[in-house]
């Protein structure tokens, strides 16, 4: 499994978001550098783009959130989602869950 992970959840209709395109990003003085992108599966999950550890530092996920809901022909209010967060411990796993709706999101540190 790969040291970084996400889960996304469309809270409005209930099932994982499938489909949707996401970009991880490693922040560094000179800028973003693309670690990884992909597309969530049918559960909604990427769960194995990395193989290996990576470096401590800030990290973001960019979710094309709009891009989704226009495929389903609805409207949303958030284009794109971006979630920057901090790999202290470079042992660990993180897991980064997206809860989504048409006018707003929620995220937090998962397991």
């Known amino acids: ?45 990427i769960t194995s783009w990395l193989s ?7 990290y973001r996920l960019r979710f094309a959130t709009g891009d989704w809901y226009q495929k389903r022909k609805l409207d949303c209010f958030y ?9 202290a411990d470079t042992d660990s796993h993180y897991h980064v869950p997206l809860l989504l709706n048409q006018w707003g999101y929620s995220t937090y540190r998962g397991s």
């Open 1 to 45: 499994m790969s040291p970084i992970t996400t889960h996304v959840l469309d809270i409005g209709s209930g099932k994982p978001a499938a489909g949707v395109r996401v970009v991880l990003e490693r922040i560094t003085e000179g800028g973003p550098e693309l670690m990884a992108e992909g597309a969530t599966d049918q559960d909604g999950r």
């Open 52 to 58: 290996g550890p990576v470096d401590s530092g800030h």
């Open 79 to 87: 284009p794109e989602v971006t979630i920057d967060f901090t790999v």
